[in-house]
C-alpha cells in the first residue's frame, strides 16, 4: 500500500494505491496518518482510492477509525472513487448510510465547500 | 319398496345389518344356502355309514386319497365349465346335474357293490364342494367386501340351520325309510335351491358389473395351469391356500379318528346313521349356539387374527387330550374334538375364510377360489391319507400329528392376517397429495419470501437490496435460476440510484466475471467487517438515532436497519436496538426486524416477537420467526400456550409454531396440551400434530392420549349427528341441518388427522381420501382397511361414522352409539 498526502483548499487528500491488507506492512497506516492531519487541526479529510486494487476488513477498519477520529474532532471525513467490490460491502452492512461517498474526487469536493 | 318387502325387511334389520335394497337378494341367498347344507346334511351320515358297512374305517384313507385324486380331474372339469358356460347357468346345471345322481346312486346301491360306497364317497364330497362353492361365489360377485361382512354371517347361519335341518331329517328318517333311502328325498330340496338360483339371477342386477360377473361370460381361460399360476404368482393366496390345506388335514385326521371310533362302538348300518345323524345334529346346534354368540362378537372386537387362531389351539388341546382317556372311552373322546373341529369349521373358520377371499382381485378370485377349494382342500386331504398309509400310527399317534399341523395352521394365520392388510391397502390408491407434504416436498417457504423480498426492496432501497441479495448467497440460494429471474426484475427496475454500481457492464448483480468478489470472499469480508469495534461504534450511533425516528419518511432507513441487525453476531451489542424495531408501528420495518429476530435467536427478543403474534399484518412473520428459535424456546411456548392469562390470539397460533419447530418436545408440547379436554385450540392442536407428523414421520405421539382424543371427537361427531336426526329436513332449520353436516366433516376430518399420527399415515390418508371419493366400492375398500388396522375400541365407534349409508340412516343410530361410545370411556 502506498499512500501520498496533497493538499487543496484546506482539504487534505489522501490518495491511497494498491492493496490495503492486515498483511502489508507499512510505516504508517492510514489511521495514523488522518490522525496526523488532525493532530495538525486539518480537519476536512478526503480518502480517494481511485488506484486501490483490493481492501480487506482490515482495510475497512482504518477508514472507520479515521471516520471515528474526525468525527470526534468535529471534523469531515468524506471517501471517492472506491471500486464497485468495496460500495457492495458497505451496502450490505449499511456503512454507506454513515460514510459520504462519491463517485469523482471533484464532486467531493465540492461538497466539503457547500458545508 | 312394497309394503310386503318393507315389513321383511324390517324383520330382518332385526337379525341382520341389512339395507332395504339387500332384502330381496338377501332372503333368496339365505335359502339357497340353508337348501345346499339340508341336502348335504342328509348325504353325510348316508355317506360315512355305508362307507363303514361296506369297505370299513381302516379303508378310509383309500377313501380320501382317492378322492383327493379324482377331485383334481374334477377342478380341471369345473375351470371348462366355468369358461364355456355364465355363471347363472353353470349354477343351475350342477344344482340338476347332481338331483339326476342321487338318483343313480340309490339304485346302484341296491346292488350292494362295495365300490359303489367308495364312488358315493367321492360323489358327495364332489357335490358339497361345488355347491358349496358355488354359493360362496355368487356372494363375492354379488357384495361388496363391505356389504359382505355385513351379510356373510346371516348366510353362515343360513347353511347351519339347512344343516341342522337335514341332519334331523336323516337321524329320525332313517329308522323308518332305511340309510340308502334317504337319498331320495334330496333332489326334492336341490330343486328348490334350483328356483331360487334361477329367480335370484333374473330379479337381481348387481350395481357394479366389475364387481359382479354373473351375468358376463367367465374368465376366458381358468384351466388348471392357469389356476395354479394365479395362486403361484401371489403370496397372499399361496398363504391362503397353505391355511387353508393345513386345516384340512387336521379336519381328515381329526375324522379318520372319529370315524374308527365310531365303527368300534356301532356296528349296525342303520342304527349308525341315526347316531350320526343325531350327531350332526347336535354338532349343527352347538355350531349354531357358538356362531350366534361368539363368531361374529370374536371377529369384530378382535378382528381376523383371534378368529383364525381359535380353532387351531382348541385343536390343539383337544388332540392333546387323548392322553388322557382311557381305551374304551374312545367315543366319548373322539365326538367332542370332532364336534369341536366342526363346529369351528363351520362357524369362525368359514366366516374368516370368506372374509380373506374378498380383498382378491375378481378375475383371480374364481380361479383361486376353485383351486384351492376343490384341488388344495383334495390335495390335503391325499397328505392326509398318505400319512395314515404310510405311518403306522395308533389313534394316540395320530393325535401327536394332529397337534402338529394345529402349530402349523396357528402360524400360517399369523402370517396371513399381516398380508390382509397389505392386500386391502393395494386396492385404495392416494388420489392426491396432502397440501403440507407438497408445500414441504416443493417449496422452500423462506427463500421464496427472501427472493420477493429482494424484488420487492431493488425499488425501495439500493442497500436493502444488497443486503437481500447477501442473504441469498449466504444462504446458498442464489442459484442459476434466481439470478435469471432477478436479472430479469432488474431490467425492468432501473429507476434506482445505483444501478450503476450494482449492475456490473450492464448486467445485474454477481454475474460470473472476474470483476466482483467471489461469492464466499464477500461473505468472510461481511463477517469481518460487522465483528469490528469500530464498525459497532460507528453503527451504534446511527442505528440508535434511526430506531428513535418514527413516521414515513424515516421507513426505509428503519427497515434497513431492522434487516443490519439480523446481519450481525447475535452476542452484538447493537442486536439490542432489534427490539424496538419489532415494535415498530410500520409492519414493514416489524417484518424486517422478525425476521432479523429468527436470524439472532436472541432469549431477551422472544417476548416483542410473541407479541407480533397478535397482530394480524406480523402474525406470520413471527411464527416464522420463532419456528427459527427452534427446540430452545418449546419450554416457553408450552407455558404460554397453557396461560389462560396470555392473549387468545398469540395462544391459537403457537400450535402452528410448534409443528414447524418439529422436535420430538414440540410434539409432546402439543399433545399435553391436546390432552386437555375441551380445550379452545383443539382444531389448532389437531391440525398442528398431524402438519407436524407429515413433516417429520420419525416423530412418536402416545397412543392412548391419541385415541382418548379420537373419542372425544368421535363424541362431538355423534352429538351434532343426534342433533342432525332431530331436526326435520325441509323445514326452517335446513340451513342448521348443513351446518351440523358441515360441523360433521371437519369432525370426521380431525379424527382422521389424529388417527395418522398412531398409525401408518399412508394408510390412513388412503382410506380417507377413498371415503371422500365417495363410491361404494372405494368406502368398502376403505372401511376393511381401517377395521383391519385400527384399535379395537374405537372401532364399533368409527367404522358406523365412515361407512356407506346416507346421513339420516346413521343418524337414526346417533343416540344409540352415543350413549355406548360414553359408557366405554367411563369405564
Redesign the interface.
Known sequence: MDIKKREKDDITIFDIQGEIRRTDIAESTLHELVKDQLDLGKKHILLNFDKVEFI??FG??EI??S??STHNLGGQLKIARIS??L???F????????LEIFDEEESALQSFLKE | MSGADGRLFRLLKRAVDIRPEETGVVVRMFFHFFLITFTAYVIKPVKLSLYLTFLTADRLPYAYLLTALLMGLAVSLNSRLLSRLNRRAYISWSLLFFMGNLLVFRWLFGFHWPWVSMLFWFWSDLFIVTAVMQFWMAVNDRFHPRQARRLVGFFVSGGLWGGVAGALVASRLVRLIGTENLLLVCPAFLAGAFVLVRHRDAAGQPEESEAAPENASAPKKTGYAGSFRILRRSRYLRLLAALVAAGIVVTTLVDFQFSSAVEAALPLKDARTSFLGTFFLGLLVFSTLLHHLLSGRILKRYGILAALIIPPAVLFLGSAAVFFVPAGSLLWWAVPVKGLDKSLTHTINQSVRELLYIPVPADEKYKAKAFIDMFVNKFADGLAAVMLLALPLSLKGVSGLTAFFCLAWAALAALITKEYAEVVKRHLKIQWEDADRLILDRIDVDTTQLVFDTLESRGRS??LY??NL?ELIRRERLTPELRKIIAQRSGELRAGA?DS??D?DGEP?FPDTD???PEET?DA??R???D?G??R???GR?LEDVAKEAGPNSET?RM??AK?LG?MDPGSPLARNLAKFLRDESPEVAVYALRSAGQLKRRDLLPPVLSCLSRPALSQAAVLALTEYGDRIVGALKDYLADPEEDLRIRRLLPDVLARIGTQRAADALLSEFRKAGSRFEAELIEALAKLKVSRPEIRFDETVVLEGVKRQLRTAYGDLERYHDLKPGGKKEGRRRDLELMLFKTVKSIFALLGLIYPPEDIRRAYQNLLAGTKKAIDYSVELLDSLLHKDIKPFLLPMVEDLPLDEKAKSAGRILKALNKASAS
Open positions: 480487506d476488513s475497512v477498519g472507520l477509525a471516520y471515528i464497485k467490490k460500495f457492495l460491502v451496502q450490505i452492512t449499511m456503512l454507506t448510510k454513515v | 439500493s442497500v444488497a443486503m447477501y445505483m454500481l450494482l456490473v448483480l470483476d466482483v468478489l464477500l469480508q461481511v469481518e467487517i460487522l469490528l469500530v464498525y461504534q460507528v453503527m446511527y432507513a434497513e436497519a443490519a446481519l
